[in-house]
C-alpha cells in the first residue's frame, strides 16, 4: 500500500520561509528519484524540483524556484522536504511529492497534497 502524506503548508507572507515534508510508506525512498509538483489555482500541474537517489543526491528545479527552495531527503526516515524561501504570491499552490517515474498526472496513488498560501 503506497501511501504519500504530504504536511506543512499554510499562510504564509511574501519573503517568509515554509518547510513542507513528504512521509512515504510501501516503498523505500531511497530506491526512487522523488518530485515535488504543485498546482496553483486555475492551472495545471507543474513541476517543481526533483531529487535523485544515491549518495550525490543531484537535484534539479524549474526556473522559477532557483536559489529560493531546496529540495532534501531522510532516508532513514523515509521522508521527503522542500524548504521554500522566500516565497511569493506565485508560489501559492498544492503541493504533492511523488516518485519521478510517476510522473506528473495524477492518479489514486497521490497524496492529498498540502497548501500553500503565499499572501500579504
Known amino acids: 500500500q503506497v501511501q504519500l502524506v504530504e504536511s506543512g503548508g499554510g499562510l504564509v507572507q511574501p519573503g517568509g520561509s515554509l518547510r513542507l515534508s513528504c512521509a512515504v510508506s510501501g516503498f523505500t525512498l531511497s530506491d526512487y528519484a522523488m518530485s515535488w509538483v504543485r498546482q496553483a489555482p486555475g492551472k495545471g500541474l507543474e513541476w517543481v524540483s526533483t531529487i535523485y537517489s544515491g549518495v550525490g543526491s543531484i537535484t534539479n528545479y524549474v526556473g522559477a524556484v532557483k536559489c529560493r527552495f531546496t529540495i532534501s531527503r531522510d532516508d532513514t526516515k523515509n521522508t521527503l522536504y522542500l524548504q521554500m524561501n522566500g516565497v511569493t504570491p506565485e508560489d501559492t499552490a498544492v503541493y504533492y511529492c511523488?516518485?519521478?517515474?510517476?510522473?506528473?498526472?495524477?492518479?489514486?496513488?497521490w497524496g492529498q497534497g498540502t497548501q500553500v498560501t503565499v499572501s500579504s
Open positions: 511523488v516518485p519521478q517515474t510517476w510522473g506528473n498526472t495524477r492518479d489514486d496513488r
